[in-house]
């Protein structure tokens, strides 16, 4: 059986914010737990904030990582650190961490399941990753894990954020505090879960083709540098959207690529530009992909949080959702803005609003595509997604 419990605090004392916030999830989760997940503000010193939720969690193993948001029971804020104590008789958890993220995502990918894998009992049938969002090349990460689990793996997850800075993130794992890291989580053992993936963006405007991209660069559209997809569209000259990181004004147009198996198209965060109109994404797009500018919508994307929340909960067969966890995009708490709880409410209003729920507002998710689960399902990375994992016994 799944026990979870949830807790969250913005006390200014950071260290009591740890606390209390563990304090509640432990609480609710009926005073024990094999896991304990953390998200947190970058607005709080991350060591003593650790220092604060382990005062409580003591050797009860543990995981997180910083985020541009929380998202729990009680819905979405920021500036707060959020906790949940997840217990089970049934499911086995087994932590791993994969270091270098910032030189290579692939190899780190490939050495935290590896590690899960082996320290694993039985062998794990979910893996949840938290990964540096600065991560030189997230789809590399994702591969590196199929790399130990087979291509059709499920894999869930969403990439740390540093509250819209773009200079630092943080990844938790048991004591300690790192950056440029990957964590990951193995399920195993008798359990129930469904995925929900969905983004609701419409594309906007003509094909373009990727005539020239390296990793997480794109280099050349249609033979031209591709900043000249956002020169032209708004008007603006080159040397005014590398004044600072694009990402500030491309979240609501960012580029979606076609993906066989995917009933919309993938999407690309555009992070930064430079003088030479090379941009760089969250992830690579490769050469020859056709690519569209897309468009977010605030009702499209309500609606997308609560198909895949249908979906999720149409893969649990029957069984009561037990803890449902929410990587959901930057760009869409940008998008969204006063909104931002109405998408929230529409994943409640599916699953159930008093089922424990914890997440955070991520630099990108890590998802089957299309929600896919079983013999079809493969696993990519997404950027303006909301990924949606829920747990039944």
């Known amino acids: 059986m799944i026990k979870a419990g949830v807790g969250r605090s913005n006390n200014p004392d950071v260290t009591i914010a740890g606390s209390e916030a563990c304090k509640q999830a432990l609480g609710q989760a009926g005073g024990k737990a094999e896991l304990i997940i953390v998200f947190s503000t970058v607005a709080y010193d991350q060591e003593k904030m650790l220092k604060g939720v382990r005062s409580i969690s003591k050797e009860i ?50 050495m935290v399941a590896r590690g899960v894998k082996e ?4 062998e794990p049938s979910l893996f949840m990753m938290l990964l540096d969002g600065l991560a030189e090349n997230g789809a590399a990460a994702v591969r590196g894990v199929q790399e130990v689990f087979g291509k059709n793996f499920p894999i869930m997850g969403g990439s740390a954020g540093d509250d819209f800075l773009f200079q630092k993130t943080y990844q938790y794992y048991n004591d300690q505090v790192l950056t440029n890291a990957m964590i990951g989580i193995g399920l195993s053992g008798k359990f129930s879960f469904g ?11 003509l094909p373009m083709k990727v005539t020239k991209a390296k990793g997480g660069k794109l280099i050349e559209v249609n033979n031209r540098p591709a900043l ?40 690309r965060d555009v992070v930064i530009a430079d003088e030479k109109g090379v ?46 966890f929410v990587f ?31 997440g955070f507002y991520t630099y990108g998710e890590q998802a089957p595509l299309g929600g896919v689960l079983g013999p079809e399902c493969f696993s990519v990375f997404h950027n303006e997604t909301v990924a949606l994992l829920v747990l039944g016994d």
Request: hydrophobic share 40%; aromatic share 6%.
């Open 61 to 110: 193993p543990l995981v997180g990582c910083s985020d541009f948001g929380e998202i729990t029971t009680e819905g979405p804020v920021s500036k707060y650190v959020a906790v949940m104590a997840l217990s089970s008789d049934t499911i086995a958890f087994t932590i791993g961490i994969g270091e270098g993220t910032d030189k290579d995502s692939h190899k780190a990918g490939a």
């Open 195 to 205: 995925a929900g993936v969905r983004h609701g963006w419409e594309p906007i405007g």
């Open 279 to 324: 941009i760089t994404c969250a992830a690579e797009i490769p050469e020859g992909s056709e690519i569209r500018l897309m468009l977010g919508d605030y009702e499209k994307a309500i609606q997308a949080a609560k198909e895949a929340a249908e979906n999720a909960l149409a893969q649990l067969k029957g069984t009561k959702p037990k803890a449902i």
């Open 228 to 267: 000249s997809i956002y020169e032209d569209y708004f008007g603006k000259k080159a040397e005014e959207l590398i004044k600072e990181p694009i990402a500030r004004m491309a979240y609501t147009y960012p580029l979606g690529m076609s993906v066989e198996g995917s009933p919309e198209l993938l999407i």
């Open 328 to 358: 959901n995009c930057v760009a869409r708490h940008k998008l969204l803005g006063a909104r931002i709880g109405e998408e929230i409410a529409a994943i409640q209003n599916v699953l159930g609003k008093d089922v424990p729920l914890i």
């Open 119 to 122: 320290k694993a009992k039985e």
